[in-house]
C-alpha cells in the first residue's frame, strides 16, 4: 500500500465520518523528475506521486488546493517544490520522505506559474509565470523570501534551467528566443541581468546586423536633405524605435526546441529545422555544430530535429517523434551521430539519475522506462501507461479486491485494490464508452461506438477473455447498468433505445426487449431489492424545448426471461401495457436522477440551480405526463453539473460535481455526512463513481486529470457500517447460489460459448426450413445482406418481423403486384409515345412517377432551388447595384464638374476638361483664413517699407525716373499684380489669369506654417486654373452643340435635294459620342436591351385586343374612298404642282401611239407633235431645276465643310491651351510634393530628435541607477571591509594574547600549548566515489551552502576530537586545557568566519568592478548620443535654411562650355536676377571705356589679326572642301533612290504599283468574304450538329439515374469482394503514369534545350545577315 501524506482540511469533511486516501494512479503528463538517486515523482491530478525505481514503492503527497501545477525538485537537499492551481497561485516546498512542509512562498503572481527550477549549489528557486506578468523570480525559499525578481512582457517561456556549475547562470528558452540571465550578488542583495543570444538563420548561417540606433551606412543626400534612420521615417520616438526593423529586414531564425548545460558552461541548444547549436553562457557566441562526413547513422537515414536533449559526458543524447534515441558524441565543432535506442512510441521526456546510472525515457502516452548502459537487459518498465484516459471504472463483484477500467481506445485493464497493480489487459480493438460489471457472476460487459456489447469472463483476472458480442443497433452503447441483484443489464443508446437484456450467462446474455425514450439518454437507475419480485427501472432524459427534463419509469417482474415472448412485439418493442410505463416531468432540469429504494422518492440534482431536489411518485396511476413538484430541497454546495448514485443498500446518496468534492448524503434528510475533494474543478471534476457492494470501497476517475482515486472509509459513526455491511451479507446470501451456478457453467461451458454465435431466434430462423414463395413474393422480398457483414440485433427483428408479415399477407400482395405490372406496362406505354413527341411537347421523367409524395417532394425540390437562385440573383443585383452607386458617388455625384471630352469633326484630335470636385466647408474656411493672413502680412510689409524707407531717398528715386514715368507705372501695376516673376513663380499659372499676388516667393518659406500655407495657396492655384480652362471648354461644347444642331438642319434641305435628285450619297451626319456625353452610361435605352421584355399575361391580353380593334379600324372604314381615288387617279393625289415635284412629273403618252406609224391620221401626227414638244420643254426644265439643285447642295455642303474645319481649328487651340493647363497644373503638383516632402523630412528629423532625446533621458536614468549602484556598493564593500579587517584584527589580537593568557605556567608548557594552539584538524572534502568520477560529468559542484555547512560541521567535529583529555599534554591542569580548547575553538570559528568574509569581499569586489564597467558603457552611450545631436541639429539647421525652389528656364537661356552640365551645386548661390543686371550695366559702364581705350591699340594689331583670320579661314575652307569630298564618296544611294534617278517615268511606275496594289487588296477582300461566308455556313452547321447532341446528351442523362443504380450495386459488391484487387489496380495505375510523366518530363525538358539551342543559331544567322556599316 502506497503511503500517503494527508491533508488536514476540515473544509472537506462533514460531520464524523471521515474517508481516507489510499492510492491515487495516474500518469505523467508533466516531465518526471529526480528526487534522489532512487526516487521519482510527477504530477497526476490533485496528487504528485513519487515512485521508488528499486522497490516499486509508491508514496503520494497531496495538494489541499486542488490540481498540482508546475514542480522541481532538488536533490541535495531532496525537496519538491510545486505549485497550485487558484488564483494568486502559492509554491509549497515539501521535503522527502518525511512530505513535510518546510515553507509556504507566496508572491504577487495572479493567475499561474508555468516553470519552477532549483539551483543545484544553494538554496535558490527560479520560478517563471504566464499572464499578465511574465515575471521571473528568485526566491531563497529556505528563507521565504523573494531575492529578486523582473518581467518581460510577452515572453513565453518553454524551459528554464540553473547552470549546474554556476548557480549565477540561468537559462530561459522558447520557441523564438534564447536568453541568459546573470545572477549577481553584493552582500545581500541580488540583481538579475539578462542577455538574448542572437540565432542564426533557418539555413544555419549567420547574417550582419546592422546597428539600427546609430546607423553608419546612411547615404548622404545632397539634393532632398539628410538621410533618416527607418525608426525616423517610420515616426517612432519611444523603445520600440530601438528594436524595429521593416518587414523586409526580418529574416526567419531557428526555433530552439530544447537546451541542456555542460560541464563547461555551455549550452547545447537543439532547433526545430535539425541543427545543434553550441553557446558560450560568458560571450554569448553561438556555433552551428555539423555532422562529421564520415559519421553515419545505423539504418543509414538522416537525422532528424532534436527535440529533446540531456546531456551525456562527451555529447548529447536526443530524441524526436521517431521515437529513436541518438548518442551525440560533439568534438570541437562537429559531431557523429550513433542509434542508442528505439522506442514504439515518440520520446516526450529524457532525464538522468543524479549518480547518471539510469536514464529515464518518458513516453508521449505517459509511460515510464529505465536504461542502464552497463546491464544486459538495459531497458527496464517502470510505468507503463494505459492507452488513454479512465473512461469508465467498476468494481469486479464484490468489490474488494479486483476493479476494472476501460478506455476510449478499446484497452480493458483489471487492477488488484491492494496496490493498484495492473493484473492484465485486453485490446478490444474498437472505441469503448462504458463498462459494468455483473453482481451475480464474475461477467463483465463493454458498450461500444459501434453499438455493440461485449461480454467478458473474468473469473481468472490474470487472463480476462471476451464470450459473446451482442450487437444492437448501429447506435453507441452509452449506458450500461446491472440491477442490484445482476437479473438484467439495461444498455442505452445514444438514440435514446434502451435494451434489457438477460445478465445471466446460461442464457448466453438474451436479449429480452427494448423501449424507446427520449432523444437522449442521460442516466438509468434501477431497484432490485430482496423483497419485491419487480424490477423498477427509471430513465432520464432532457427536455430542450421546455427546459425540464422527462422521467419514464417502468417495471420488469423478475420471471420476465421466462415469459418475455409476451411482453414484446414481433420487433422486440416492449409493450407499454405490460411493463407499466408512465412518463413524469420535472420544471427544473436535471442532470441526473436516481430512483430511491423506499416511499417512492425520485432523487435529481438540478443542472441550472445548486440545489438536490426528492420527488415523490404518486401512488394512484395515471394516463400521459404528470409533472412531480420538488418535496425536498437542499443546496448542494457543489458547483457545475452533477451526477448522482445510491450505495448498494440504497441508504446513502452519493453526489459528484465538476468542483471535484464528492459527497455522502442520508437519503432521508438529503444532509451530508461525509465530503471529500478527490478532484479539482481544473480537470473538470470526476467523470464516474464506484462503490463497492459492502461500501467500503470507493473509486472516483477525473475526467481531464487522467487520475484514478481509491477512497476507504476511515472510519463510520453510527450505525452506518452495520446496516451496510448486514445488507450486503444477506444479499450475497442470497446470490450465493446464483453466482456459482453462473460462475460454474463459464467454467464447463467455456469452450462452447461462441463469440461470433448470433442470439438464440437467429438460430433458430435459420434452422427452419424456408417458407415455399411463389414468383409474386420473390421480387419482393427483403435482399438479404452479404454474410460478411453482421446485423444488428434490432434490425434481426424487423427482418423477421417483415418475412412474417409476407407470409401473412402474399394473396394480397400478388393482387397488388399483378396491379403494378399492368400499371407498369401501361406507364412504360405512355414513356414510350412521349419520346417520340417534339421536344416542347415532351414531358420529364419525374412526371410519370406514380409516388405522388415523391413527385410533391421533386416539386418543393425544384421550387427550392428556384428560390435558392432567385434570391442568390437578387443579392448578386443587390451587390452590384451597392457597388454601382458607391461608384457612382464617387466618380460622377460627387463631382461638381463632370469629366467629358470633346472631338473634332474630321482630325483624330480629342479634348478633355478638368473633372472637379467641389470645395468642402473646411476647405473654404482654411483657404479664407490663409488668404486673410497673407493679406495682412502683406500690410504689415508695406507699412514697415513705409517706415524704413526715407523721404529723400523716394525724392531721389522720383527724380531719376521722371522721363519714364508711364513705363514705370505699368512696370509697377505688373509687379503690384504678379509681384513675382515667371521664373521665379516656378509655374506659368499667372497666363491663365490667376492672381498669384498673394503667393509668398519660394525663397521666404523657412516655417512648417509657411509651407502649410503655401500648400493651400497652390491647391487654390489649382483650382482657379482648372475652373479657367473647364469655362473655355464649356464654351466649346456649346459651340459644338451649336455646329450640331446647324448642321442637323442644313442636312434636312440636303435629304430632300438628294431625294429629289435620286443621288446615292451618304449624308453626313454629326453626333456626340459617349466620351462627349458620359451620362448616357448611366442610362439604359431601350435599343441597348437585346432580351425580349416580359409582359405579364394581363397586360399581353389587352394589347392583343387593342391591336385587334385597330387592325379591324383599317380594313373596315367607316366612309367611301372615291373622293381619295379620283384625286389620285386625275391629278397624282396632289391638288397643286409643286416646284419640286417637276422632276417626278411624267407626260402621258397618246393611246394612239401603240399603233404604227402608218396608221396615224393627221391630228394623230399633230397631237404626237405637241407630245414631243411638251416633253422637250419638261425636259428643259428639268435640267435646269437639277442644276440648281446641285449648286444648292454643293453650296450647302461646302457650308458645313467650312463651319466645321472651323471648329476643328478652335478646338486645336483648346487642345494646346489644355496642354499648357495641364503643365501649370503639373507645375504646382510638383511644388506641392516638394513642401510636402520637406514637411515629411522635418517631421522625420524631429522625430530622430524626440527619439535621441528619450533615448539619452533613458541612458540617463540608467545612468543615475549605475552611479547609485556604484555608491550602494562602494558603501557595501567599505562596510564589509571594515567587519573583515575587525575579524582579521580580533584573529591577530587571539593569536598575540595567547602567551598572556596563559603567562601563570611554564614557559615549556606554553610553547607546547602554542604549538596545540596552530595546529588544525585535517577534514575530507566531499568528493563522489571513483567509480561515480568517471560517469558523472559535472563531478562536485563548487560553492554549494549545504557543503560549506557540512564542512563547518566536520571541523567542529574534528575539533572535538582535538579537544580529547588523552590529546592533554602531561602535567596539565585540566582545567587550563579546558580553558585552552574554548580559546582554540574561538580561535578556530574566528579563522573560519574570516575566510567566509575574505570570499564575501571577493564577491562584492566583482560586483563594484561589474557595476563600474556598466556605468563606463552608459557614459559611453550618452557621449554617443550627445554626438549623434549636435549631428542632427547641424542637418537640421542646414536643411531649414537650404530650399528647394522650383525656376522655369527658358530653352537657351543658359549656356554652358562644350555642352557639359554641371551636377553638383554645393558652392553655387541663388541669387535675385535684378542683382545681376545692376551689376552687368556697371561692368558695361565700365567695359566702354577701356574698349574706347583699346580701340587705337586695337587698329595697329588689326592687319596682322586680318592676315592671320585669312590664312585660317583658306585652311578651314580647304578642310571644309576635302570633308565635303569624302562625304560625297561616301554617300549612301539606295535602290529606291537609283531607281528615282535612273527611271524617267517615275510617277507613272508609282502609279503602276499603286493600282497593282489595290487590285491584289480587292482580291484578297473578296476571298475574304467568300472565307466569311463559308465559316458562316460551318458555324450553322455545327449549330445543327450541337442540338442534336444536346438532344442526345439529354437522352443520356435521363438514362443516367437508372445506371447510378447498378453503378452503385456493383460499386457494393466490388466493395465487398475485390477492394483489395481495385486498390492494387489503381495503385498499379497510378505508377505506371507516375513513370509515364517522368519519362514525358525528360523528354519536354530535352526538346526544350533542343529549342533553345536552335534559337540561339537563328539569332546568330540573323545578326550575320545585318548590314555593316564601317567607314572605307
Not at 513516453?363 to 515510464?368: A, D, F, L, M, V
Not at 471648354?1033 to 438642319?1049: D, G, L, P, S, T
Request: glycine content about 4%; aromatic content about 8%.
Amino acid at each position: 500500500m502506497a503511503q500517503i501524506r494527508e491533508r488536514d482540511d476540515a473544509s472537506h469533511q462533514g460531520g464524523s465520518s471521515a474517508l481516507s486516501l489510499r492510492w491515487a494512479q495516474g500518469f505523467p503528463k508533466q516531465n518526471i523528475h529526480f528526487v534522489n538517486d532512487n526516487t521519482i515523482c510527477y504530477p497526476s491530478g490533485n496528487y504528485i506521486i513519487f515512485i521508488n525505481l528499486e522497490t516499486k514503492k509508491r508514496t503520494l503527497l497531496s495538494c489541499a488546493n486542488g490540481i498540482v501545477g508546475v514542480v522541481a525538485t532538488n536533490v541535495p537537499y531532496e525537496i519538491v517544490a510545486f505549485s497550485d492551481r487558484k488564483l494568486k497561485p502559492l509554491i509549497h516546498i515539501y521535503s522527502f520522505p518525511e512530505l513535510m512542509r518546510k515553507n509556504k512562498l507566496k508572491g504577487n503572481i495572479l493567475l499561474d506559474y508555468t516553470l519552477l527550477s532549483f539551483s543545484y549549489c544553494g538554496t535558490y528557486l527560479a520560478s517563471y509565470s504566464s499572464l499578465p506578468e511574465f515575471e521571473l523570480a528568485l526566491w531563497n525559499w529556505e528563507l521565504n523570501v523573494i531575492l529578486c525578481k523582473k518581467s518581460q512582457l510577452g515572453l513565453d517561456v518553454s524551459q528554464m534551467t540553473f547552470n549546474p556549475m554556476n548557480w549565477h547562470q540561468l537559462c530561459l528558452s522558447s520557441s523564438s528566443s534564447v536568453s541568459v540571465w546573470t545572477i549577481e550578488r553584493s552582500n545581500q542583495e541580488h540583481y538579475l541581468k539578462a542577455k538574448s543570444v542572437k540565432l542564426p538563420q533557418e539555413d544555419g548561417t549567420f547574417f550582419n546586423e546592422t546597428d539600427i540606433l546609430f546607423p553608419s551606412t546612411l547615404l548622404k543626400d545632397p539634393i532632398y536633405g539628410p538621410v533618416m534612420p527607418l525608426s525616423a521615417i517610420a515616426g517612432l520616438v519611444g523603445e520600440e524605435a530601438e528594436t524595429f526593423r521593416p518587414k523586409d529586414d526580418v529574416y526567419p531564425l531557428l526555433h530552439p526546441t530544447m537546451h541542456c548545460w555542460t560541464p563547461t558552461s555551455d549550452l547545447y541548444v537543439g532547433c526545430e529545422e535539425g541543427h545543434l547549436l553550441m553557446i558560450n553562457a560568458e560571450t554569448l557566441k553561438v556555433t552551428v555544430l555539423q555532422k562529421r562526413e564520415d559519421a553515419t547513422l545505423l539504418d543509414g537515414v538522416k537525422l532528424i530535429s532534436p527535440s529533446i536533449l540531456v546531456y551525456q559526458k562527451d555529447g548529447i543524447i536526443a530524441s524526436g517523434i521517431d521515437g529513436v534515441l541518438y548518442s551525440f558524441i560533439v568534438k570541437d565543432s562537429k559531431y557523429s551521430v550513433e542509434n542508442l535506442l528505439t522506442m514504439k512510441e515518440p520520446v516526450e521526456h529524457l532525464v538522468f539519475s543524479p549518480n547518471y546510472k539510469t536514464l529515464l525515457i518518458q513516453t508521449e502516452k505517459g509511460s515510464i522506462y529505465g536504461y542502464t548502459f552497463d546491464e544486459k537487459t538495459p531497458l527496464n518498465k517502470i510505468l507503463v501507461a494505459c492507452d488513454g484516459n479512465f473512461q469508465a471504472v467498476d468494481f469486479i463483484t464484490p468489490g474488494n479486491k479486483f476493479f476494472m477500467t476501460i478506455t476510449a481506445s478499446g484497452e480493458v485493464s483489471i487492477w488488484s485494490m491492494e496496490d493498484c497493480t495492473c493484473l492484465s489487459k485486453l485490446y478490444l480493438k474498437t472505441a469503448t464508452t462504458t463498462v459494468a460489471c455483473s453482481p451475480s457472476s464474475f461477467s463483465a460487459a463493454v458498450g461500444t461506438m459501434d453499438g455493440c456489447v461485449y461480454f467478458l469472463d473474468i473469473q481468472d483476472e490474470e487472463y480476462p477473455e471476451v464470450i459473446h458480442k451482442s450487437f444492437l443497433s448501429e447506435s453507441p452503447v452509452h449506458h450500461l447498468v446491472f440491477d442490484q441483484l445482476g437479473l438484467f443489464l439495461f444498455a442505452g443508446t445514444a438514440e435514446g433505445k434502451l435494451f434489457i437484456i438477460n445478465a445471466k450467462p446460461s442464457s448466453l446474455f438474451k436479449i429480452l426487449g427494448f423501449t424507446e425514450s427520449g432523444k437522449e439518454i442521460l442516466q438509468i437507475s434501477t431497484v432490485s431489492i430482496l423483497e419485491r419480485d419487480l424490477v423498477e427501472v427509471m430513465v432520464l432524459s432532457p427536455l430542450p424545448e421546455t427546459g425540464g427534463s422527462r422521467l419514464e419509469i417502468f417495471t420488469l417482474p423478475k420471471i420476465l426471461p421466462q415469459v418475455s415472448t409476451g411482453f414484446s412485439d414481433e420487433r422486440g418493442r416492449l409493450q407499454d401495457e405490460l411493463v407499466h410505463k408512465f412518463l413524469y416531468e420535472t420544471e427544473h432540469a436535471l442532470s441526473s436522477a436516481v430512483l430511491g429504494f423506499q416511499n417512492n422518492r425520485i432523487y435529481g440534482f438540478c443542472s441550472q440551480v445548486p440545489y438536490i431536489c426528492s420527488y415523490l411518485i404518486p401512488e394512484t396511476e395515471h394516463i400521459g405526463v404528470c409533472v412531480l413538484k420538488p418535496f425536498q430541497k437542499t443546496q448542494s454546495k457543489q458547483y457545475g453539473p452533477g451526477r448522482l448514485s445510491l450505495s448498494f443498500h440504497g441508504l446513502w446518496l452519493m453526489s459528484i460535481a465538476k468542483c471535484g468534492i464528492l459527497c455522502f448524503r442520508d437519503t432521508m434528510t438529503l444532509e451530508p455526512f461525509s465530503r471529500y475533494r478527490s478532484h479539482s474543478h481544473h480537470g473538470q471534476g470526476i467523470q464516474s463513481l464506484r462503490i463497492s457492494m459492502d461500501g467500503q470501497h470507493i473509486l472516483a476517475s477525473g475526467k481531464d486529470d487522467a487520475t484514478l482515486v481509491y477512497l476507504k472509509w476511515r472510519r463510520l459513526t453510527g450505525n452506518l457500517a452495520t446496516e451496510m455491511t448486514s445488507y450486503c451479507r444477506n444479499v450475497l446470501t442470497f446470490m450465493i447460489g446464483t453466482m456459482e451456478e453462473e460462475n460454474n457453467y463459464l467454467t464447463t461451458h467455456h469452450g462452447s460459448i461462441d463469440l461470433a454465435r448470433e442470439p438464440e431466434h437467429t438460430h433458430s430462423n435459420e434452422s427452419q426450413p424456408k417458407p415455399n414463395i411463389d414468383s409474386s413474393q420473390e421480387d419482393l422480398q427483403i435482399p438479404e445482406e452479404s454474410h460478411h457483414k453482421e446485423r444488428s440485433w434490432i434490425e434481426q427483428k424487423s427482418q423477421e418481423a417483415i418475412k412474417n408479415e409476407i407470409k401473412l399477407f402474399s394473396q394480397k400482395r400478388k393482387d397488388i403486384k399483378m396491379g403494378i405490372k399492368l400499371l407498369t406496362k401501361t406507364i412504360v406505354g405512355m414513356m414510350e409515345e412521349n419520346e417520340e413527341v417534339d421536344s416542347i411537347a415532351k414531358l420529364d421523367e419525374e412526371e410519370f412517377a406514380l409516388d405522388l409524395e415523391e413527385l410533391e417532394r421533386l416539386q418543393d425540390q425544384s421550387e427550392e432551388e428556384v428560390a435558392k437562385i432567385k434570391k442568390d440573383a437578387e443579392l448578386h443585383n443587390l451587390a452590384k447595384s451597392y457597388l454601382t452607386e458607391l461608384i457612382k458617388e464617387e466618380c460622377w455625384n460627387s463631382m461638381a464638374v463632370k469629366g467629358r471630352a470633346l472631338k473634332c469633326f474630321h482630325i483624330p484630335c480629342t479634348v478633355e476638361n478638368f473633372p472637379m470636385k467641389e470645395r468642402t466647408a473646411e476647405e473654404e474656411e482654411e483657404l479664407k483664413t490663409v488668404l486673410q493672413q497673407r493679406k495682412i502680412e502683406a500690410e504689415c510689409l508695406k507699412l514697415r517699407k513705409e517706415i524704413i524707407e526715407s523721404q529723400s531717398a523716394m525724392a531721389l528715386v522720383k527724380k531719376l525716373h521722371e522721363e519714364d514715368d508711364e513705363e514705370e507705372e505699368e512696370e509697377n501695376k505688373i509687379v503690384k499684380e504678379t509681384n513675382l516673376p515667371d521664373y521665379l513663380l516656378g509655374s506659368l499659372s499667372s497666363e491663365f489669369g490667376v492672381d498669384t499676388s498673394l503667393l509668398p516667393s519660394q525663397l521666404e518659406l523657412h516655417s512648417r506654417e509657411e509651407k502649410i500655407n503655401q500648400i493651400v495657396l497652390l491647391k487654390d492655384i489649382i483650382y482657379k486654373v482648372k475652373t479657367a480652362f473647364n469655362s473655355e471648354f464649356n464654351a466649346a461644347y456649346k459651340q459644338k452643340e451649336y455646329e450640331i444642331a446647324r448642321v442637323k438642319e442644313r442636312n434636312v434641305r440636303i435629304k430632300e435635294i438628294i431625294l429629289d435628285l435620286e443621288l446615292e450619297e451618304i449624308v453626313w451626319q454629326p453626333e456626340f459620342e459617349d466620351c462627349e456625353k458620359p451620362e448616357r452610361a448611366l442610362v439604359v435605352e431601350d435599343h441597348e436591351i437585346e432580351v425580349q421584355k416580359y409582359i405579364k399575361p394581363r397586360k399581353k391580353t389587352k394589347v392583343d385586343v387593342l391591336t385587334h380593334q385597330d387592325t379591324d379600324r383599317w380594313l373596315h372604314p367607316q366612309g367611301s374612298d372615291d373622293r381619295q381615288r379620283g384625286l389620285m387617279d386625275m391629278m397624282g393625289g396632289v391638288l397643286e404642282v409643286k416646284k419640286e415635284d417637276i422632276l417626278r412629273m411624267v407626260i402621258p403618252e397618246p393611246p394612239f401611239m401603240s399603233k404604227s406609224d402608218n396608221l396615224w391620221t393627221e391630228d394623230e401626227k399633230k397631237q404626237f407633235k405637241e407630245y414631243e414638244k411638251k416633253v422637250k420643254e419638261l425636259n428643259e426644265e428639268r435640267d435646269k431645276y437639277r442644276k440648281s439643285l446641285e449648286a444648292e447642295l454643293k453650296k450647302l455642303q461646302n457650308s458645313i465643310q467650312e463651319s466645321t474645319q472651323s471648329f476643328d481649328e478652335h478646338l486645336k487651340r483648346l487642345f494646346e491651351r489644355r496642354v499648357k493647363a495641364e503643365m501649370v497644373v503639373n507645375q504646382e503638383e510638383l511644388k506641392i510634393n516638394n513642401l510636402v516632402f520637406s514637411l515629411l523630412l522635418e517631421e522625420e528629423l524631429n522625430s530622430r530628435e524626440e527619439f535621441l532625446n528619450n533615448y539619452r533621458a533613458k541612458k540617463q536614468e540608467e545612468k543615475g541607477q549605475t552611479t547609485e549602484a556604484i555608491r550602494k556598493a562602494k558603501e557595501d564593500l567599505d562596510m564589509y571591509k571594515e567587519h573583515y579587517d575587525n575579524l582579521v584584527a580580533e584573529d591577530k589580537v587571539l593569536d598575540r594574547s595567547f602567551k598572556k593568557e596563559f603567562s601563570e605556567i611554564p614557559s615549556n608548557q606554553v610553547e607546547i600549548l602554542y604549538k596545540l594552539f596552530k595546529r588544525r584538524p585535517r577534514v575530507h572534502k566531499h568528493k563522489t566515489q571513483p567509480d561515480s568520477t568517471s560517469v558523472v560529468p559535472f563531478g562536485e559542484r563548487p560553492e554549494s551552502g549545504k557543503l560549506n555547512k557540512d564542512a563547518f560541521v566536520q571541523l567542529m567535529k574534528a575539533m572535538d576530537d582535538l579537544d580529547n583529555i588523552t590529546n592533554m599534554p602531561e602535567g596539565l591542569d585540566p582545567s587550563t586545557w579546558e580553558h585552552f580548547c574554548a580559546t582554540r575553538r574561538i580561535k578556530v570559528e574566528n579563522e573560519f568566519k574570516v575566510k567566509q568574509k575574505s570570499a564575501g569581499l571577493t564577491e562584492i569586489g566583482t560586483f563594484l568592478r561589474k557595476r563600474i564597467e556598466d556605468d563606463e558603457s552608459v557614459q559611453h552611450e550618452i557621449e554617443r548620443v550627445l554626438r549623434e545631436l549636435i549631428l542632427l541639429q547641424e542637418d537640421k539647421v542646414r536643411f531649414q535654411l537650404d530650399l528647394t525652389i522650383q525656376i522655369l528656364l527658358k530653352q537657351g537661356q543658359i549656356e554652358l562650355e562644350n555642352f557639359q552640365l554641371t551636377l553638383e551645386y554645393s558652392d553655387a548661390i541663388l541669387i535675385n536676377k535684378n542683382i545681376i543686371e545692376d551689376l552687368n550695366s556697371v561692368i558695361r559702364t565700365q567695359g566702354q571705356k577701356k574698349v574706347a581705350s583699346m580701340m587705337e591699340s586695337k587698329d595697329v594689331h588689326k592687319g596682322i589679326y586680318q592676315i592671320e583670320w585669312e590664312h585660317k579661314k583658306m585652311e578651314m575652307e580647304m578642310e571644309d572642301l576635302n570633308q565635303k569630298a569624302w562625304d560625297i564618296q561616301m554617300l549612301f544611294f539606295s535602290r529606291d533612290r537609283q531607281k528615282y534617278l535612273n527611271e524617267p517615268n517615275y510617277e507613272s511606275l508609282i502609279a503602276l504599283q499603286i493600282g497593282i496594289m489595290e487590285q491584289t487588296i480587292q482580291v484578297l477582300d473578296k476571298t475574304h468574304k467568300k472565307n466569311v461566308e463559308h465559316c458562316k455556313k460551318l458555324l450553322r452547321k455545327l449549330g445543327k450538329v450541337s442540338n442534336k447532341k444536346d438532344t442526345a446528351n439529354y437522352n443520356l442523362s435521363c438514362n443516367l439515374q437508372n445506371e447510378l443504380v447498378a453503378v452503385s450495386e456493383r460499386k457494393e459488391i466490388c466493395d465487398s469482394i475485390g477492394t483489395v484487387l481495385t486498390c492494387e489496380k489503381i495503385a498499379k495505375e497510378q505508377f505506371e503514369s507516375r513513370l509515364q510523366q517522368q519519362k514525358l518530363t525528360s523528354i519536354s525538358k530535352q526538346q526544350a534545350e533542343q529549342i533553345s539551342i536552335l534559337q540561339a543559331e537563328v539569332e546568330r544567322l540573323r545578326m550575320r545577315t545585318f548590314p555593316a556599316l564601317v567607314q572605307l
